[in-house]
């Protein structure tokens, strides 16, 4: 079964501070990635997805993300964080041959000190 | 930038009560989705919908879940008799195609008492 590995619950990082968000997948074909952030009782807003080619996609906000397909990971990164920064990041997966669902990670959510 | 409406924001039920929660697609957009959050869990894929009809559900999406697109623009789920382990954030999802991405509707917080 297709599943997603998101092993940090928690992050805090200092603001100006550069951000690794880390997310594995399980399945072996060819998955469509995608990122999403969550504010508190807020929607899921898309930062970035890669569905084919270049393997570093750039998103909204600074975000961006790198596939390696020989890790099955799809790590989230900002080179300097803003406080508003701060929110609930899903990783998302989803496969053709698998109906048009997404399988999301548990999520981490990120704390940005001052 | 076009936005996945839902309504209401927030709804209390009482347990047993049938509730609807109600999405708008963005109009050009052909593939419908439910997905909720219990609080504090993973998000889970629920139900997909395309041409009028479910294309696949999951095992949480049992008889007493319906979806339906009664007037070609709302998109609808419906849980008819509504249990207290059914609290939890719903979201409505819709795109135009796979290539895309999908647009997120901000939720519905469903509390049932």
């Known amino acids: 079964a297709q599943s997603v590995t998101q092993p940090d619950i928690h992050i805090t990082v200092s603001e100006g501070a550069s951000l690794e968000l880390r997310c594995n997948y399980s399945?072996?074909?060819?998955?469509?990635l995608f990122w999403y952030v969550q504010s508190p009782g807020q929607g899921l807003q898309l930062l970035l997805k890669?569905?084919?080619?270049?393997?570093l996609v750039q998103g909204i906000k600074g975000f961006e993300a790198e596939f390696k397909r020989s890790q099955s990971s799809f790590n989230l990164r900002k080179p300097s964080v803003h406080w508003s920064d701060a929110a609930e990041y899903f990783c998302a997966v989803g496969y053709m041959e698998y109906g048009n669902k997404l399988v999301f990670g548990a999520g981490t959510i990120l704390r940005v000190k001052s | 930038e076009p936005e996945v409406t839902q309504t209401p924001s927030h709804q209390v039920t009482q347990m047993g009560q049938e509730v609807i929660l109600r999405c708008v697609p963005i109009?050009?957009?052909?593939?419908f989705y439910w997905y909720r959050q219990i609080l504090g869990q993973k998000v889970e894929f629920l139900v997909s919908f395309y041409n009028n009809e479910i294309s696949e559900k999951s095992e949480i999406f049992d008889d007493q879940f319906s979806v339906e697109r009664p007037d070609g623009s709302n998109f609808t789920l419906k849980i008819r008799s509504t249990k207290l382990e059914d609290s939890a954030m719903y979201f409505c999802a819709t795109h135009q195609g796979w290539g895309y991405g999908y647009t997120f509707g901000s939720g519905t917080r469903l509390t049932v008492v």
């Open positions: 890669y569905f084919s080619g270049d393997t």
């Open positions: 109009s050009n957009h052909l593939y």
């Open positions: 399945y072996g074909a060819t998955p469509y």
